[in-house]
C-alpha cells in the first residue's frame, strides 16, 4: 500500500495550495480519507475527511477555506487550501481508512509565510 502525497510547498498568507495523494495497493473507493497535519511541538490533528461516500467533515479552523474531494477514478485525494494563514503551517499526511485497517502517506510540508 502506498500514499503517496504531493503538492506542498511555501506561499505567501492569503495563497492557496492544493495537495494531491494518490493511493494504490487498496480498493480505494472503499476507504475513508483525511488529511491531517502536524506542526512543529503540536500534535497531529485531523483537518478533513471524506468518507467513502463523499461525506466531508472539517476542523473548525479550516472550515470555509479548505475543501477535501475525491476522484475514485484516479485513486486520488485532493485538499484545496484556501485563504491560507501561518497558522496552517505543518507536515500534511494523507490517511486512509477502512474499518480500523489504515495506512498514512509520507507527508508533505506547507510553509505559509512572508
Known amino acids: 500500500v502506498q500514499l503517496v502525497e504531493s503538492g506542498g510547498g511555501l506561499v505567501q498568507p492569503g495563497g492557496s495550495l492544493r495537495l494531491s495523494c494518490a493511493a494504490s495497493g487498496i480498493i480505494f473507493r472503499i476507504y475513508a480519507m483525511g488529511w491531517y497535519r502536524q506542526a512543529p511541538g503540536k500534535q497531529r490533528e485531523l483537518v478533513a475527511v471524506?468518507?467513502?461516500?463523499?461525506?466531508?467533515n472539517y476542523v473548525d479552523s479550516v472550515k470555509g477555506r479548505f475543501t477535501i474531494s475525491r476522484d475514485n477514478g484516479k485513486n486520488t485525494v485532493y485538499l484545496q487550501m484556501n485563504s491560507l494563514k501561518p497558522e496552517d503551517t505543518a507536515v500534511y499526511y494523507c490517511?486512509?481508512?477502512?474499518?480500523?485497517?489504515?495506512?498514512w502517506g509520507q507527508g508533505t510540508q506547507v510553509t505559509v509565510s512572508s
Open positions: 490517511h486512509a481508512d477502512y474499518r480500523g485497517n489504515d495506512y
Open positions: 471524506i468518507t467513502s461516500g463523499s461525506t466531508t
